[in-house]
């Protein structure tokens, strides 16, 4: 079956320590995006890529890095840079049809810091 | 600028009708809307074009005024089933950047 698989669904983290969250796609979708989601709160984005090996910074970068070496895969460190990292982070994918596109979401991974 | 829903929260008894709206300051190419459950991720619903053209894949309308920048979703006769936060979503060009509103919290009550 097709889709967005995110790992790890919880982590746990102690304050200056980086940490990656892995995004894997297999719609052989050319756009994807990370989206951060504080409770009761919307959808913000952090950074998002059209195409392999370009991304563009979305409203909430700071803080966070990604990279995208290959179509399929999209991850996103959170480093210690980031002063409020606690929260439900969500990763998605659509093709690269300008404005027409559904996103497709993983299942979310929630970040505590302690 | 992120899009600003309204209402914030709704509460409705089953079979009630509700309609929730969407207004952003940028001019809109598109908007889609999204429904999530608490602890989930968001699913699509809908996407309306500039031209009226409509894409959606549930039992639910939706109206999007190009001038007003504006777009407001129907929910008709709710189940309980309707119950989540309503998110839409806008592309204020053409480029990929998915920016998404507020939310509205509904909850539809037997």
């Known amino acids: 079956d097709g889709g967005i698989t995110q790992s790890p669904k919880y982590l746990f983290r102690k304050e200056g320590q980086n940490v990656t969250l892995s995004c894997e796609q297999n719609l052989n979708h050319d756009a994807m995006y990370w989206y951060r989601q504080d409770p009761g709160q919307g959808l913000r984005l952090i950074y998002y890529?059209?195409?392999?090996?370009?991304?563009q910074k979305g409203d909430i970068a700071e803080g966070y890095s990604v990279s995208r070496e290959k179509k399929e895969s999209f991850p996103l460190t959170v480093t210690s840079a980031q002063k409020n990292p606690t929260a439900f982070y969500l990763c998605?994918?659509?093709?690269?049809?300008?404005?027409?596109?559904?996103?497709?979401f993983g299942e979310g991974s929630r970040l505590t810091v302690l | 600028q992120q899009p600003v829903q309204s209402p914030q929260a709704v509460i409705l008894r089953e079979g009630e009708d509700a309609v929730i709206n969407c207004s952003s300051s940028?001019?809109?190419?598109?908007v889609h809307w999204y429904r999530q459950k608490h602890g989930e991720a968001p699913v699509f619903l809908m996407i309306l074009l500039k031209g009226g053209e409509q894409k959606g894949h549930e039992k639910i309308s939706a109206s999007f005024n190009e001038k007003k920048q504006q777009s407001s979703l129907y929910l008709t006769a709710s189940q309980l089933s309707y119950s989540g936060t309503y998110f839409c979503?806008?592309?204020?060009?053409?480029?990929?950047?998915?920016?998404f509103g507020t939310g509205t919290l509904l909850a539809v009550q037997p």
């Open positions: 979503g806008t592309y204020g060009g053409a480029t990929n950047k998915l920016i």
């Open positions: 890529s059209q195409i392999v090996n370009d991304f």
């Open positions: 998605a994918s659509r093709t690269n049809i300008a404005n027409t596109g559904e996103l497709f």
């Open positions: 940028k001019a809109l190419y598109s």
